[in-house]
């Protein structure tokens, strides 16, 4: 039963245009939500969060957008650059009782930017 | 200065045998985890330790043993290995903070443990 998914696996873009990167997730006790990027042979890092008392959050290049009623959030990089390109993971916090904490993740999306 | 650091980075081993994987935080971070990144590519929560004491652990079976001598250190020990173990096991730690929606918990990783059991 996999409450987080990222249904596209990859996602390829030219450098310079958008890259939007999606994300739904069945449990309404979710109440924060991250992005995570990952390069091989590397740990996951920190990108960008948002709270679901929020409908969008901006970090430069970096935004990420929550539709609630949808169970929805999607990234968005604008503008995209070789460097970006890596594993993309979405997470959300599980606010309920004992699962207080918990970080469920999707299962990656990989995107490629081209030059 | 590495964050969050684990070792070893790989590690071969045949069934049966027991390992362990060390983990260490120079952040300060309250709480400490082991996730396992299984062949489906999903990052799945194992444990969790805030200030040394368990406070998530997964349906994970009794073969998978962490320890947190301090809140600095969570080492995962795994006995009698078995072939499914074989993965990449990442630890993490974390600290709450207030922000402008509520309380924010971003996790810091390490750069992962490469098992392969033969």
């Known amino acids: 039963d996999q409450q987080v998914k990222q249904n596209s696996p990859s996602l390829s873009v030219q450098e310079g245009r958008i890259s939007i990167l999606n994300c739904d997730y069945t449990?309404?006790?979710?109440?924060?939500f991250l992005w995570y990027k990952k390069y091989p042979a590397e740990g996951p890092t920190f990108l960008i969060s948002?709270?679901?008392?929020?409908d969008k959050n901006e970090d430069g290049r970096f935004t990420v957008f929550l539709n609630k009623s949808a169970k929805h959030l999607s990234l968005h990089i604008v503008p995209s650059q070789p460097g970006d390109s890596a594993v993309y993971f979405c997470?959300?916090?599980?606010?309920?009782?004992?699962?207080?904490?918990?970080?469920?993740f999707g299962q990656g999306t990989i995107l490629t930017v081209h030059p | 200065d590495t964050a969050v650091s684990q070792t070893p980075k790989y590690l071969v081993t045949q069934m049966g045998n027991d390992k362990s994987i060390k983990c260490e935080q120079n952040?300060?971070?309250?709480?400490m985890y082991w996730y396992k990144q299984d062949s489906k590519k999903f990052l799945k929560i194992m444990f969790s330790?805030?200030?040394?004491?368990l406070i998530i652990n997964e349906t994970v079976p009794n073969r998978f043993s962490p320890k947190s001598p301090d809140k600095a250190h969570l080492n995962l020990h795994i006995n009698s290995l078995e072939l499914g173990d074989s993965a990449v096991y990442f630890c993490?730690?974390?600290?709450?903070?207030w922000g402008t929606g509520g309380w924010d918990e971003k996790l810091f990783f390490g750069s992962g443990t490469q098992l392969s059991v033969l």
């Open positions: 330790y805030n200030n040394k004491e």
């Open positions: 993490a730690s974390s600290q709450e903070e």
């Open positions: 997470a959300a916090r599980d606010a309920g009782g004992t699962s207080y904490g918990k970080l469920t």
């Open positions: 952040l300060g971070h309250d709480t």
């Open positions: 449990n309404s006790m979710f109440d924060y």
């Open positions: 948002i709270s679901s008392i929020k």
